[in-house]
């Protein structure tokens, strides 16, 4: 199975385009974690336990559905806090090509592969084969 961005673009329907930014200004995405109460240091590593609890759920729901690692769910990533800052200011943002960015960094990564975004890959078959079996004995409850 081929796909480009375009194709998952479609698929996802994330509403953003190729125009969009893949990368937010660092004062502008510094300025918005200040005053979304983050307390640790700015330059460092991120850790969701040091924002107000009004955001932690907000940041616990993108690390999980779109982070790219196995682990340290704890810990946010740059692209990460960038998708949360264009959340937050509601601007746009190229979430497409940061999901393909990542979906093809991990299969360059040989033997240190898993599976990444599963419903996400998952959307992307149903629409290639419209008419694959599906089994309802597969499905767990």
Not at 53 to 79: I, P, Q, W
């Amino acid at each position: 199975m081929k796909f480009n961005v375009g194709y998952l673009r479609r698929v996802l329907e994330l509403g953003d385009t190729d125009n969009d930014p893949t990368i937010m200004s660092e004062r502008l995405a510094k300025g918005m974690w200040c005053r979304m109460g983050y307390t640790g240091h700015i330059n460092g590593k991120m850790t969701k336990t040091s924002f107000s609890n009004a955001y932690k759920f907000l940041m616990h729901c993108v690390v999980h559905s779109l982070s790219h690692r196995k682990g340290a769910y704890d810990e946010t990533s740059d692209y990460i806090m960038n998708i949360i800052t264009s959340l937050v200011l509601n601007r746009r943002y190229n979430v497409s090509q940061v999901i393909f960015e990542y979906m093809k960094e991990n299969i360059k990564a040989g033997d240190d592969r898993y599976i990444m975004y599963p419903r996400f890959i998952m959307m992307m078959i149903n629409d290639q084969f419209k008419d694959l079996p599906k089994r309802n004995d597969d499905i767990m409850d």
